[in-house]
């Protein structure tokens, strides 16, 4: 028979005790008098057989056994809040918290998201751009929009399409540089965001891809896709665009892809979402829209040769 478990109010106590290394704080975080934390605090150790703090004169320290016992108490108390946390949000279907990086949110979703809130007011959509990797339970997030190759352990997992990559400019430069060589000797803007692909999807790849031996490192370097995006629309220079990141410029006339040849990445968008989930309504309702917004710009890969970055051999 497993030994039975001391009071959850005790350990509760000790754990608030312990992470503050005062009573009086501890009782104040928990909203009890000092002295009742105190007596909560005496019954543990009378449970265990031990002392578990040192009393000083204006402080406190744990013992051996206080300092064995805290790391689990306060993991134990974490986990049995995100588990909390997690099986209250199940009854929640009017809350959806999406989370995106913020090249994608603020290129791709966030254009769109009028059409999602004019069709679904019943759902509170909330956002964070990161590129942070999100926990689930821990962040309290429902969806997640990923980049990269994946994959997905533990997770339900929907893959999208693969990226592609494509020169884009404003009218006023395609005016300028009208073939492929010409870009030679336009200003190159630089998207570093897709560094990590192996093979890299880049300036030289796509040259490579029209059959030009040609590997550019001069001109401006940008961490973030919609940064580099935002200079190529000011006129900087003509960027590397990927798909998702330059489709709503492209569409509105603000940018223009004048050559036909795009390279393709082996990394892809999914939506993700904890297992069992993912037929939720408000995240059903969310995966639906996010699939036929993407459905509706289909249209604009028909207009390239879309190459795939593995077939690209050196000019």
């Given at each position: ?110 254009p769109r998201l009028y059409e999602f ?101 001069h001109g401006a370097h ?94």
């Amino acid at each position: 028979m497993p030994e039975r478990l001391p009071p959850l109010t005790a350990l509760r106590a000790f754990d608030a005790a312990a992470r503050h290394m005062s009573f009086a704080k501890a009782a104040e975080e928990l909203n009890v008098t000092p002295a009742a934390l105190s007596f909560q605090i005496k019954s543990l150790e009378e449970h265990l057989g031990a002392p578990l703090f040192r009393r000083l004169n204006r402080a406190v320290e744990l013992t051996e056994a206080g300092r064995t016992l805290a790391p689990g108490a306060a993991e134990g108390f974490e986990i049995l809040g995100d588990a909390w946390r997690a099986t209250r949000r199940l009854q929640d279907n009017s809350t959806l918290t999406v989370t995106a990086g913020p090249g994608f949110t603020a290129k791709w979703l966030a254009p769109r998201l009028y059409e999602f809130a004019r069709a679904h007011p019943e759902i509170d959509l909330r956002f964070s751009a990161t590129l942070r990797q999100m926990d689930f339970q821990r962040d309290e997030v429902d969806v997640a929009i990923r980049f990269g190759v994946g994959p997905d352990e533990g997770l339900w997992s929907l893959p999208l399409r693969k990226e592609w990559m494509t020169p884009v400019m404003t009218p006023e430069l395609a005016e300028k540089y009208k073939t492929s060589e010409s870009l030679t000797e336009a200003p190159l803007l630089f998207d570093e965001s897709l560094n990590f692909l192996q093979p890299p999807c880049d300036w030289p790849a796509w040259f490579a891809a029209v059959g030009i031996d040609f590997a550019p490192t001069h001109g401006a370097h940008f961490s973030q896709a919609d940064h580099a995006v935002d200079a190529a629309l000011t006129g900087a220079g003509v960027v590397l665009g990927r798909r998702a990141m330059v489709v709503t410029d492209l569409h509105a006339g603000r940018l223009v892809a004048p050559f036909a040849t795009a390279i393709e990445t082996e990394g892809r968008f999914r939506f993700v979402c904890a297992k069992g989930t993912e037929d939720r309504p408000q995240i059903k309702a969310f995966r639906d829209w996010f699939m036929g917004e993407i459905d509706k710009t289909s249209y604009v890969s028909e207009r390239f040769d879309i190459i795939p970055v593995t077939d690209i051999a050196p000019p």
